[in-house]
């Protein structure tokens, strides 16, 4: 069975920092792009940000300078270093993973609070 298994998720003060970071496991095909997506309470749920197997990467213009993504291929793990958070960054952040031939999985979620 597929896995992608989060951590690094807790309560921090504003202006603090925290590191995310989700592996893969049993997944059949190479994988292609990792990130990360949150969702806050009464919201959609929003890209925060992406990173491809190259490198590139891709970031929601709110975390834009805070939020550096990375990623391990060798080891199918992302990171999302997070810091100078602010409350609004408060939210369930969830691994995302899209493989080739386009599978996309999902972690459980690691909730994010970011207190005044």
């Known amino acids: 069975q597929v896995q992608l298994v989060e951590s690094g998720g807790g309560l921090v003060q504003a202006g603090g920092s925290l590191r995310l970071s989700c592996t893969a496991s049993?997944?059949?095909?190479?994988?292609?792009?990792m990130g990360w997506y949150r969702q806050a309470p009464g919201k959609q749920r929003e890209l925060v940000a992406i990173?491809?197997?190259?490198?590139?990467?891709n970031y929601t213009g709110s975390v834009k300078g805070r939020f550096t993504i990375s990623r391990d291929n060798t080891h199918d793990t992302v990171y999302l270093q997070m810091n100078t958070l602010k409350p609004e960054d408060t939210a369930v952040y969830y691994c995302?993973?899209?493989?080739?031939?386009?599978?996309?999985?999902w972690g459980q979620g690691t909730q994010v609070t970011v207190s005044l």
């Open positions: 990173i491809t197997s190259g490198g590139s990467t």
């Open positions: 049993k997944i059949r095909f190479s994988i292609n792009r």
């Open positions: 995302y993973a899209n493989t080739y031939y386009d599978y996309n999985y």
